[in-house]
């Protein structure tokens, strides 16, 4: 059973910059792929950013790209954020996610808040 641990919420004025950190307890694979995905009450959730292992190949959700950069440790299971100039658009509960290769389970976070406000 993988737990993950998200922190790094908070409110930030527009403009500004956070980095929220997901850090998941151990994976039995060094093959994985690890996710941030937002939802907003009322809407769909959408994904973020994602991230593999080991090669560290990176996607974006088209409203992120340009402004939020996913990262990994080198060492140890821990997946940052970046978010440069977040905008009142981009609060959310973010989550992080994670699922090993060849297997199917998807293992989740409890959330982080991120609220862009001035």
């Known amino acids: 059973q993988v737990q993950l641990v998200e922190s790094g919420g908070a409110l930030v004025q527009p403009g500004g910059s956070l980095r929220p950190t997901c850090t998941a307890s151990?994976?039995?694979?060094?093959?994985?792929?690890m996710k941030w995905y937002r939802r907003v009450s009322g809407r769909e959730r959408e994904l973020v950013a994602s991230i593999t292992s080991p090669d560290a190949s990176t996607t974006y959700g088209d409203s992120v790209k340009g402004r939020f950069t996913i990262s990994r440790a080198r060492a140890g299971t821990t997946v940052y954020l970046q978010m440069n100039s977040p905008q009142p658009e981009d609060t959310a509960v973010y989550y992080c996610?994670?699922?090993?290769?060849?297997?199917?389970?998807?293992?989740w976070g409890q959330g982080t808040q991120v609220t862009i406000s001035s």
């Open positions: 151990e994976f039995t694979s060094s093959r994985y792929t």
């Open positions: 996610s994670a699922r090993q290769a060849y297997s199917s389970n998807d293992y």
